[in-house]
C-alpha cells in the first residue's frame, strides 16, 4: 500500500462502515470496499492522469456501476494529508436507494370460505 493509503486505511478502521483494503473485484483490485454499503473508494496518484489509465479507470468504474457499486475517487495528497476529511467525504456520501419490500400477496390458499 502507498503512503496515502496506509494513512486511509488508519482512519477507515475507526469508521463505523467497515471496509476492506486491496478487495479483488472481478478481475480488478479496488483500494478500498464496503460491501454493505456498496462503495468503493480509490486513492488517485499522478498515474491516473494520463490518458491510458483514464480510460482504464473509466472502464473499471463502469463495471464496478454495472453490478451496483458506486465509486468515489480523492487525490494522493489529499488523502494522505488529511485522512480524516476524506473519511468525512465518504459518509457524506448519499446511500443508495433501499429497493422496496414487497410483501407476498395473498392468494386464494389463504383465503377463507364459508362452506355450509
Same mark, same amino acid.
Given at each position: 500500500m502507498t503512503l496515502a493509503e496506509t494513512a486511509l486505511w488508519k482512519a477507515l478502521r475507526r469508521s463505523p462502515l467497515r471496509f476492506r483494503r486491496q478487495a479483488p473485484m472481478g478481475s480488478y483490485i479496488a483500494d478500498f470496499v464496503s460491501h454493505a454499503a456498496k462503495l468503493v473508494v480509490e486513492i488517485d496518484g499522478p498515474f491516473h492522469e +494520463? #490518458? &491510458? $489509465? @483514464? /480510460?482504464?479507470?473509466? @472502464? @473499471? +468504474? $463502469?463495471w464496478l456501476n454495472s453490478i451496483g457499486y458506486r465509486v468515489i475517487r480523492f487525490p494522493e495528497k489529499f488523502s494522505r494529508e488529511q485522512p480524516g476529511e476524506v473519511?468525512? $467525504?465518504?459518509? /457524506? &456520501? #448519499?446511500s443508495p436507494p433501499q429497493s422496496p419490500t414487497l410483501r407476498p400477496s395473498r392468494g386464494k390458499g389463504d383465503a377463507r370460505y364459508d362452506v355450509r
Open positions: +494520463t #490518458p &491510458e $489509465a @483514464r /480510460a482504464h479507470d473509466a @472502464r @473499471r +468504474t $463502469a473519511v468525512k $467525504a465518504i459518509h /457524506a &456520501e #448519499p
